[in-house]
Structures are given as C-alpha cells and as structure tokens.
C-alpha cells in the first residue's frame, strides 16, 4: 500500500510540471442561473408579414390584457402566426436570456501540444522507473550512460517475461501512452505514434536489458486498441458539473482505470461546479454472481459489460474511430484468489454508417486467463459489421461481427517445457501471429428480456516453434428483466481447445456455468 500512495504522488507530481509546457488555451464560459428570465418567443413565418384587413380598425384590437402580454384575436391567423410575441412569464432557463447569470465558471480546453504531449509522457516513464529502482530494487533498472548507449547500438531481439506483464502490461502501458496524447488535443493517428514513442523510449533509455521487439509491438497496438476504449470511458466517468463525494468518486474511478486522463481532470477544485457532462449513448452494466464448472465447485463473479453507441447521434459521414465499441470484462474469484479473467473489447477505427449499423475497420483487444479456457490473447486489425435494430413493437435484434489479423499468445497445450516465452519464471506461453473471428448476436423484447449468443475462434502460431493453437468459446445467455434497472441470466460457455505441434495433437473442452444477477444503469 506504501508502494503505491509514493507511486502515484510522484505521477501526479511529475506530470504536474508540464503545466511549464502548456500550450495556449482556449476559454469558454458555461453560465448557471436558476432565476426566472425575460424572454422572447419568435414564431416567424417564411411569408412576409402583411396589414391586417382593417388597419384603422387594427388600433381598437390591441389591448393589454392584464398579465403582462397582448391579445390580436381579430388578426387572421397567419397573422398571428408570424408576429413576434412579447411576454413577461417565466420560461425555461435554458432559453435565451437578458439576466445577469448567477455564477460564470470557466472553462479550458487545450489546443494540440505535441510537447506537453511529449514531456508527460516522458514523466510517466521516469516515474515508473524510479519506483523499479529505488523502491521494488530491479536489476534492469540499474541503468547508465554506457546501457543506453548499447542498447541504441545492439538493436531489438525477444523478451520472454511473464505472460501477464507481456500480454496485459505492456499493452495497457501502451493505452496510458496513448491516452496523454489524446487528452493534449492529439489525433487517433498522432497518439497512436505517441504510444510508439513511449514505448522506445522506454525500451532504450530506461532499461539495462536489450531492448523488446515484442514490448514495442504491444505497447503501440496496445495504446491504438486498448487506449481509445479507456479513454472515452475515462469521459464517460468524468462530470464536471457534479460536486462534493460524487466528484471524488468519479475522478477516484478515473484514475484508477486510465491514470493519464484523470490527472487532467485532477487540476481542479475538488468540490468545485463546472461543465456540464457531455451526452453520450451507452449502455452499462454490472453481472454478478455465481459461475462453476460441470464437476466443480461454485464461485463468485464479478463483470462490467459496456456498449457505447455515439454513432447512432451522428450523420452518415461523421462516424468517427471508436464511435461504437464494446468492453466485456469478468473477475472470477475462488478461495480468495483470483482465478478467471477475461476482457474483450472490439471497437471501429474508420468505416461507414448504414443505416443503423456500422461497416469498417475494427479494432482488438481481448485477454483470457483462467481454469477454464487456460490462456489466450489478441491484439489486431480487421473488418466488421454491427448492426443495432429496434422495431415499434419494442422487439430488437443487436449483431456484431469481426474477422481480424492479430498478434496473440496462448498458453501450451503440448510441450509446456518448452514454450518458450515466459521460461525464465517457469511461465511458458508460445506467441506469435495468428487470426481471430467472432461473433455476436442478441434478440429480444424491452421490458421483458432477451436471448444472446456467440462465437469466437482464436489461432496462434508459434514464431519459436511449429505449434498451432485453437480456442473456440462458445456462449448462450438467457436474461429475464425484473425491473428497469436489473435482470436475472442464466449462462453456459463451452471452451474448446485444438492444438498441434509437428506430429502431436491435442484435444480438450470444458464447459462452464453461469447464474447472475445484473444491475444496469
């Protein structure tokens, strides 16, 4: 715990500093007033406005009425539809209004700053390698002039680290990476290099050991696939017109999944009013419950299952990356270990809306280590289709689907003693290029529930040996709503493995069994 508080004083610390290398700003104001205003209501008819039939008679028609406006009952309605009219009664505060507002906050929005960009991320690096030496003791981290000069010399070659520090770490690293720079105003394309940059300057610069070619793939696939997805949850989290323990929880929450987005929001009064939170579709929830498998014994599950559709808001030609993704995330816990995690995320990079649908080029990120299904990552690029349907009956029909290029890793089914990748920690794993294909599809009624499926089919090659490796999962859940805000489902996976390496082959399934409560928001 001691470990951690020091860790995250000296990145907020650290990172502060780049206020020295602020870009300009632009100011805007968002105005709060609850007071009644004086306002005016225009209904202007496209035809020019014209007499009435009677203009002498027109002087006897206008009276006050008592209340504050005008009565014209014996103008002809087209008239009266096309005169302005005047009135004193209290109105929506959010019409225009001649009051002075209660209370004007401003508000900063950074243009593009590639050195702040650059300078942050820089900081981010440095602070987690000063934690590694000075505070956990690594020996890679004992580094000098003459390291950083080798490794600029001796060029990139394979690390066989841990699975989880290569699968997960440095590709959630890369998302960090990726995410100071979109918070700096940087495009999709620019923090994508971004992540690059972090990543060899961490690589060369900051460790003794030579540097990683498989690091800096991860890093920078990680941060373009993975960072997108953190970062509009990290806008999601963020309010800035919420105050006093809801603020605190929100920016807490920030921080805990995407460091770098929350350190922005982390500037401000901590009670203090601002913006108001931009409208986004989404829909979230939260599963838990009891998940085991045929022959085992039951345990407890946690996930969070989020689909964002801001997509659906825009034209047919502004359909921007990430405009539509979809994040599934589950803990499985027995005898107080964590023993199943999983985290599937597929979002759009660029495509084209039809109708209400999405056809283009997705995203990857999905990391799988548990009893059930042993080990399996992908990182990757491909085309994808999603379609989202509602009909006035209330009935609706959701499908997404994605063939993709990937970069993965997976636990050995044959030969775990040589797996290569992860020997130095008795951690074997193979990785290496490979495909995945997945799909999904959920039908059902509002208010009342639905039936949903899917598909996934992952391969592996071994870029050390002629292993191959299949993991199919297949999905069926049941959901049953109680009320608006919760659901009952019942769920069955089956974990299907092949596997081959020169002339051996190997054969295995599991299936596993699901029973949630689920709170949607």
């Known amino acids: 715990m001691k470990k951690t508080v020091i860790t995250i004083a000296l990145i907020i610390s650290l990172i502060s500093f780049s206020n020295l290398f602020a870009a300009e700003t632009d100011e805007t104001f968002f105005i709060s007033s609850n007071y009644l205003k004086l306002s005016f209501d225009y209904n202007i008819d496209s035809d020019p406005l014209s007499p009435p039939d009677d203009l002498d008679k027109s002087k006897d028609i206008l009276e006050p009425n008592g209340n504050g406006s005008f009565s014209s009952e014996n103008y002809p309605q087209k008239q009266k539809d096309s005169t302005p009219q005047f009135s004193l009664a209290a109105i929506d505060p959010a019409t225009f209004s001649l009051k002075i507002p209660s209370q004007i906050v401003p508000i900063l929005s950074n243009k593009k700053s590639y050195s702040r960009a650059a300078f942050e991320i820089t900081s981010l690096n440095v602070t987690v390698w000063f934690f590694n030496k000075f505070i956990d003791h690594q020996p890679w981290a004992n580094i000098s002039l003459d390291s950083m000069s080798r490794n600029l010399r001796s060029g990139f070659a394979y690390d066989i680290d841990t699975y989880r520090t290569n699968k997960f770490g440095h590709p959630y690293h890369g998302a960090i990476h990726y995410s100071i720079g979109r918070a700096n105003g940087l495009n999709v394309l620019e923090s994508t290099i971004s992540s690059a940059f972090g990543s060899y300057t961490w690589e060369v610069f900051l460790e003794s050991i030579r540097?990683?070619?498989?690091?800096?793939?991860?890093?920078?696939?990680?941060?373009?696939?993975?960072?997108?997805?953190?970062?509009?949850?990290?806008?999601?989290?963020?309010?800035?017109?919420?105050?006093?323990?809801?603020?605190?929880?929100?920016?807490?929450?920030?921080?805990?999944?995407?460091p770098a987005y929350a350190i922005k929001a982390l500037s401000g009064e901590a009670f203090g009013a601002g913006n108001p939170q931009h409208k986004h579709l989404y829909d979230l929830s939260i599963p838990f419950g009891a998940y085991t498998a045929s022959n085992g014994k039951p345990r407890f599950l946690i996930a969070a299952n989020l689909e964002y559709k801001d997509f659906l808001k825009k034209d047919f030609s502004r359909i921007g990356p990430y405009d539509w993704f979809s994040l599934d995330f589950s803990l499985g816990i027995h005898e107080s270990h964590i023993r199943h995690r999983e985290i599937f995320t597929t979002g759009i990079i660029a495509g084209k809306r039809i109708k209400n649908g999405l056809a283009g080029l997705f995203g990857v990120y999905d990391?799988?280590?548990?009893?059930?299904?042993?080990?399996?990552?992908?990182?990757?690029?491909?085309?994808?289709?999603?379609?989202?349907?509602?009909?006035?009956?209330?009935?609706?029909?959701?499908?997404?689907?994605?063939?993709?290029?990937?970069?993965?890793?997976?636990?050995?089914?044959?030969?775990?003693?040589?797996?290569?990748?992860?020997?130095?920690?008795?951690?074997?794993?193979?990785?290496?290029?490979?495909?995945?294909?997945?799909?999904?599809?959920?039908?059902?009624?509002?208010?009342?529930?639905?039936?949903?499926?899917?598909?996934?089919?992952?391969w592996v090659h071994s870029i050390y040996t002629d292993a191959d490796e299949f993991l199919t999962i297949l999905s069926l859940n049941i959901k049953y709503d109680l009320s608006a805000k919760s659901q009952i489902s019942l769920g069955y996976d089956y974990y299907l493995r092949h596997a081959s390496l020169q002339e051996r082959y190997y054969t295995g399934a599991k299936p596993a069994f699901r029973a949630l409560y689920i709170y949607k928001f």
């Open 211 to 258: 540097p990683s070619s498989n690091d800096l793939i991860l890093n920078t696939l990680g941060g373009a696939t993975l960072g997108e997805v953190l970062f509009k949850i990290g806008d999601l989290l963020l309010d800035e017109s919420s105050s006093g323990f809801e603020r605190i929880f929100r920016k807490s929450l920030a921080f805990i999944l995407n």
């Open 367 to 458: 990391y799988i280590e548990s009893d059930f299904a042993g080990r399996m990552t992908a990182v990757g690029l491909g085309p994808g289709l999603v379609t989202i349907y509602v009909s006035d009956s209330n009935l609706f029909f959701n499908s997404s689907g994605v063939l993709s290029l990937i970069y993965g890793g997976s636990s050995p089914s044959i030969d775990s003693e040589n797996g290569h990748f992860g020997m130095k920690v008795n951690d074997p794993y193979y990785s290496g290029p490979g495909m995945l294909g997945k799909v999904k599809l959920e039908f059902g009624k509002k208010d009342f529930g639905s039936i949903e499926t899917g598909f996934s089919q992952y």
